[in-house]
């Protein structure tokens, strides 16, 4: 199954605004919504943005998406200590008939 | 409370087979596609399979099609990871996961369970 493509890491201090880039295809990005998650190892994922840039309730409003043709980012403002974690992308794939999943990218607060 | 309880996992050798379930509490179950996602270890997230609410429709990832069936029990409230032939690479922790919309296109999975641990060795 074919991937998105996402950095292994990103980091930031405390306060910083940090973003996190997706990138896909015509077959998944380019033609179906993207989602994020938040996901600490051995938990439950969380999902955060959903529709390219919708939040569920209880999301903070400091979590933000965007897509632009084949890629989509997630932005992370007022960074805290909490927002350590993994964060993946995924969408549907309509030539795979299935979601894929970027491999993940690792963020941590200085 | 909305929630995802998985179970069934073990340790199987290869070529083995092993059922997971995930019953779901809290919500309407049979109104939701769910899906079955894995994270192998020190890897990241997977897409296994996924089922839609009246289990008519019926997706898996290549790397697991032909070995592994998704079904659903709606009078139970459970869905269900029959997994034959199983792998070393299958060895991951596996979550069920809800839809997060009843209908329309994919638009993430919004509730998801704390996981089963399957592993595959001899």
């Known amino acids: 199954q074919s991937m998105l493509t996402q950095p292994p890491s990103a980091s930031g201090t405390p306060g910083q605004r940090v973003t996190i880039s997706c990138s896909g295809s015509s077959s998944n990005i380019g033609s179906h919504a993207v989602n994020w998650y938040q996901h600490l190892p051995g938990t439950a994922p969380k999902l955060l943005i959903y529709?390219?840039?919708q939040r569920p309730s209880g999301v903070p409003d400091r979590f933000s998406g965007s897509k632009s043709g084949t890629s989509a980012s997630l932005a992370i403002s007022g960074l805290q200590s909490e927002d350590e974690a993994d964060y993946y992308c995924a969408a549907w794939d309509g030539s795979l008939n299935g979601v894929v999943f970027g491999g993940g990218t690792k963020l941590t607060v200085l | 409370e909305v929630q995802l309880l998985e179970s069934g996992g073990g340790l199987v050798q290869p070529g083995g087979s092993l059922r997971l379930s995930c019953a779901g509490s809290?919500?309407?179950?049979?109104?939701?596609?769910m899906s079955w996602v894995r994270q192998a270890p020190g890897k990241g997230l997977e897409w296994v399979s996924g089922?839609?609410?009246?289990?008519?429709?019926?997706d898996y990832a290549d790397s697991v099609r032909g070995r592994f069936t998704i079904s659903r029990d709606n009078s139970k409230n459970t869905l269900y990871l029959q997994m034959n032939s199983l792998r070393a690479e299958d060895t991951a922790l596996y979550f069920c996961a809800r839809r997060r919309t009843m209908s329309g296109g994919f638009s993430g999975m919004d509730v998801w369970g704390q996981g089963t641990t399957v592993t595959v060795s001899s």
């Open positions: 809290g919500f309407t179950f049979s109104n939701y596609g």
């Open positions: 089922i839609g609410s009246g289990g008519a429709r019926i």
């Open positions: 529709d390219n840039d």
